[in-house]
């Protein structure tokens, strides 16, 4: 899949919708208001993301994956550096309990924020592009980024990779969400952006 400035930035609002009502929903779950920018959407290989994972300091990151389906099948991965991904569950349960006190419910904190992005992005994908997906239950991992990203060491393959920064309570998180798309879902994501883009005009 080799997607055109055009379909870049069409991606770019439709995510951008999602992300903005991902933000009202986590704003209400940690009860103080949550910023998410605009995703910086890229077509990256994956070896790039890994790099970048890795410039960041992050030798190990934390995953929450989801599978979709239907016209499209995806399977969807919110990735954040360790230390990060606890000051995510931090901001959820409170700052009154120490970092060193979240791993037994960091990964039900991690699969809940990592449920309400990916579901209202791929909410606003489905409502934009008319397609309907089915998503699986969410899914945590920890590890490093090409163990959870490259299992099968793909680190040519291409992804969908909409880079994320969150500002809550001044603590500043860098995401990156990345969508897996086999050769049919590319081509069928191709053809509704073609029909999405045409309706514009």
Same mark, same amino acid.
């Given at each position: 899949?080799? *997607?055109? &400035?055009?379909? #870049?930035?069409?991606?770019?609002? /439709? %995510?951008?919708? =999602?992300? =903005?009502?991902?933000?009202?929903? #986590?704003?209400? #779950? &940690?009860?103080?208001?949550?910023?998410?920018?605009?995703?910086?959407?890229?077509?990256?290989?994956?070896?790039? /993301?890994?790099?970048?994972?890795?410039?960041?300091?992050?030798?190990?990151?934390?995953?929450?994956?989801?599978? %979709?389906?239907?016209?499209?099948?995806?399977?969807?991965? #919110?990735?954040?550096?360790?230390?990060?991904?606890?000051?995510?569950?931090?901001?959820?349960?409170?700052?009154?309990?120490?970092?060193?006190?979240?791993?037994?419910?960091?990964?039900?904190?991690? &699969?809940?924020?990592?449920?309400?992005?990916?579901?209202?992005?791929?909410?606003?994908? @489905?409502?934009?592009?008319? /397609?309907?997906?089915?998503?699986?239950?969410?899914?945590?991992?920890?590890?490093?980024?090409?163990?959870?990203?490259?299992?099968?060491?793909? %680190?040519?393959?291409?992804? *969908?990779?909409?880079? /994320?920064? %969150?500002?809550? @309570?001044?603590?500043?998180?860098? =995401?990156?969400?990345?969508? *897996? *798309?086999?050769? &049919?879902?590319?081509?069928?994501?191709?053809?509704?952006?073609?029909?999405?883009?045409?309706?514009?005009?």
């Amino acid at each position: 899949m080799r *997607l055109n &400035a055009l379909e #870049l930035d069409a991606l770019t609002e /439709i %995510f951008n919708h =999602g992300v =903005g009502q991902a933000a009202r929903s #986590l704003s209400e #779950l &940690a009860h103080e208001e949550v910023c998410l920018t605009v995703p910086k959407v890229q077509e990256l290989a994956k070896r790039d /993301i890994t790099d970048r994972m890795d410039a960041q300091g992050a030798d190990r990151i934390c995953a929450v994956r989801q599978a %979709f389906t239907g016209a499209i099948n995806t399977e969807a991965l #919110l990735m954040f550096p360790v230390k990060q991904s606890l000051q995510l569950v931090q901001m959820m349960v409170g700052d009154d309990v120490p970092l060193e006190q979240l791993s037994e419910m960091e990964q039900e904190s991690l &699969a809940e924020i990592g449920n309400i992005l990916l579901n209202s992005v791929v909410a606003s994908v @489905a409502d934009m592009l008319r /397609i309907e997906f089915e998503g699986s239950l969410p899914v945590v991992e920890m590890g490093r980024s090409q163990e959870v990203l490259c299992p099968d060491g793909d %680190f040519d393959n291409l992804v *969908l990779s909409l880079h /994320i920064n %969150f500002d809550i @309570a001044s603590r500043k998180i860098q =995401g990156y969400l990345v969508f *897996l *798309l086999d050769v &049919a879902s590319s081509d069928m994501l191709e053809r509704k952006l073609a029909h999405f883009l045409g309706a514009m005009e």
